[in-house]
């Protein structure tokens, strides 16, 4: 299709939108050369943010209302049924029926313990047809639940559109992409980028399939440094890859251009100790780039910000054992350590405005900030803080209360 059969599409669909649903076999017939019903459907689905049209399951394409998107959400409590079936059909299809057992087994869970080594040694994971699948395993489920409980926020804010526009940078295979198709309701439209350069982009791609009309994926096989994105996006997502990222400050920085104006950069890291500090110091970076922290981290005094290590993270209720990680670990010893159903996060939202997770302008008259408590020693003093993590000491302490 050239560029004014092109135009001639789009023009016919912001007609067309104002009457009636918009079908592709109708606009056909009005476009020079007649393009083939599934080329014009094609060029409504790549535009149809910014035509503010969703596709329907009769294959035609209707209003998307303007305003922000409401969500209905209590919680992750399983991996999907159909998503578990997808990822079991690409496990049988790589190594048989038997996959769990056997040599093909053993080969998926040393892999597994060859990552995890490797990421708690600082070094750099090599994603191969196998490692992706084995990451699968291990954290399709946990990172499609993450995803929903941090967007989830901004939702309720009123923070994420009806037409909706992710890039997910670092997409690995799939489960942010996942948790968003499944957090956003049907009557909105999404435009979903997914950057990826490893062989994880196949498994995106295939568990992709399992989207609705009305939710467009689009694969990028590059890397996040290489990668030059093209428009503004409400979500630019970075989940659990700024650390694996050679100079993760600039990366992030870069992409804040991408970012829309009423957007927003969300950061999401592991619970462990490094990549939840690593994510804190880039969200600082930002900060003193000019950019404003959303949350959770909120600067509740003017002047003032977190100067601690910065490892704070959320807990949230553990998910059901899917049924491929329950194969996988009881093949073995049945020990769990196959088993990964712990929701456990950080996260961090920059944004170009000075909105706040926490809206609270504290009284100096009435409060002492903790930063000034060598002036106070001795006194009785009332202060605020925020409880950013669930209870890290084995033994409790008062704030876990």
Not at 239 to 251: F, H, I, K
């Amino acid at each position: 299709m050239n560029a004014d059969q092109r135009g001639a599409v789009l023009d016919n669909a912001r007609y067309l939108r104002e009457v009636r649903p918009v079908d592709p076999d109708e606009i056909h017939e009005y476009v020079e050369g007649r393009p083939h019903p599934a080329v014009v459907r094609q060029v409504l689905r790549e535009e149809s943010v910014a035509l503010g049209l969703r596709e329907t399951a009769e294959g035609t394409f209707v209003p998307v209302e303007e305003g922000p998107l409401s969500v209905e959400f209590d919680g992750v409590e399983r991996f999907p049924h159909e998503y578990t079936l997808r990822v079991e059909d690409l496990l049988v299809s790589e190594y048989g029926a038997g996959w769990p057992t056997g040599e093909s087994g053993d080969a998926l869970r040393a892999v597994l313990r060859d990552v995890k080594a490797d990421y708690f040694a600082g070094d750099t994971v090599e994603y191969d047809r196998e490692t992706a699948l084995a990451y699968a395993c291990y954290h399709l489920p946990d990172n499609y639940a993450v995803v929903q409980y941090t967007l989830a926020r901004l939702a309720r804010r009123g923070l994420l559109p009806k037409r909706l526009r992710v890039l997910d940078v670092g997409a690995g295979v799939g489960g942010p992409m996942l948790g968003v198709h499944d957090l956003v309701p049907d009557d909105c439209a999404v435009e979903y980028h997914a950057v990826e350069p490893s062989a994880a982009a196949d498994v995106f791609e295939a568990m992709a399939g399992e989207t609705r009309a009305g939710f467009r994926t689009e694969l990028h096989r590059e890397t996040a440094e290489a990668f030059d994105p093209d428009g503004q996006f409400d979500v630019v997502l970075f989940a659990n890859v700024l650390s694996e990222l050679a100079d993760p400050d600039a990366t992030a920085e870069r992409y804040m251009d991408a970012v829309a104006p009423d957007g927003s950069f969300v950061g999401i890291a592991p619970a462990d100790r490094e990549a939840a500090i690593g994510l804190r110091e880039t969200e600082r970076h930002l900060e003193g780039a000019g950019y404003g922290v959303w949350g959770p981290q909120v600067r509740l005094w003017p002047g003032f910000r977190p100067e601690d290590r910065g490892w704070s993270f959320d807990v949230r209720p553990d998910m059901e054992v899917p049924p491929f990680q329950r194969e996988l670990d009881d093949a073995a010893d049945g020990s769990g350590e196959f088993r990964n159903v712990d929701v456990q996060y950080a996260f961090s939202v920059v944004r170009h405005d000075d909105a706040r997770m926490v809206t609270l302008e504290p009284d100096a008259s009435r409060f002492a900030k903790f930063a000034r408590s060598e002036d106070h020693v001795s006194k009785r003093v009332d202060c605020l803080c925020l409880k950013l993590s669930a209870n890290l000491a084995d033994g409790g302490n008062p704030c876990s209360r």
